[in-house]
């Protein structure tokens, strides 16, 4: 029995980190289908060396990720992604980010409903202050808690009409907050955009998913293959 029941990402104009991350999830984890969901402006013809991947999906719909000047993370984005998510599977879905690497099996998954690499809001947000949530890179999140976002309406709420949005992560803070759900901290995973890239080799197989590894890391990864989960 798997601990997971699908992976899923975006892919948003960074067709070759994609193919990296795709391929670093599919050595460990080739019994689980993979959803990659491209925001309109990916091309597809970058993502060959995935396509015929077991278990691989790719969903190629409309630019929803961004709106207006400031690259505010559409609601609508979003619940693309849940709904897709909702349509094949129930159970633990992991989010990744196509800078994201999976460099083992994850050892162990919280019994919670979001789990991952907990972080509060920035205080110069005016949105986020003080939110609490995991940061997408390499979350855990049930489908009954996917479930309860979609059911809530709280995606079309005026609320998120804010122009201080700036990603993903505080929507779904916000609205994991409304509806009383905290995020979990999950050891296994790390996802920090203030870690410099060279720092990337240090989280290797200490972690099971990493976030961001902008760099190509296979060298490394085949001489530690032979590492036990």
């Known amino acids: ?3 997971f029941e699908l992976f899923y990402l975006n892919v948003h104009k960074d067709e070759d980190l994609a193919v990296q991350c795709l391929q670093s999830f599919h050595r460990h984890y080739p019994e689980v ?3 990659a969901i491209a925001d309109g402006l990916a091309d597809e013809s ?4 995935v396509m015929d991947m077991p278990g691989f999906e790719l969903i190629q719909g409309e630019p929803l990720k961004y709106h207006g000047h400031n690259k505010n993370v559409h609601p609508q984005h979003i ?3 849940l709904t897709a998510v909702l349509e094949r599977t129930q159970g633990r879905v992991i989010k990744l980010d196509p800078a994201s690497y999976v ?6 998954c ?3 409903y979001w789990a991952g690499t907990v972080t509060f809001g920035h205080q110069a947000n005016t949105f986020s202050q003080g939110l609490r949530m995991c940061n997408g890179g390499g979350w ?3 489908t009954e808690a996917m479930e309860e976002i979609l059911k809530s309406g709280l995606l ?3 609320f998120l009409r804010n122009p201080f949005i700036s990603g993903e992560d505080p929507v779904y803070g916000w609205g994991m907050e409304q509806l009383e759900i905290s995020p979990v901290a999950w050891a296994e995973v790390i996802s920090s955009r203030r870690k410099l890239e060279n720092e990337a080799h240090q989280w290797a197989y200490q972690f099971a998913i990493t976030h961001p590894v902008k760099g190509v890391f296979s060298e490394l990864d085949h001489q530690k293959q032979a590492q036990p989960a």
């Open 1 to 3: 029995m798997t601990m």
């Open 33 to 35: 289908p993979i959803l």
């Open 46 to 49: 970058r993502l060959t060396a």
């Open 79 to 81: 619940k693309r992604n």
């Open 103 to 108: 460099w083992r099996k994850a050892r162990y």
């Open 110 to 112: 919280p019994d919670s």
């Open 140 to 142: 855990m999140m049930r």
């Open 156 to 158: 079309d709420h005026k």
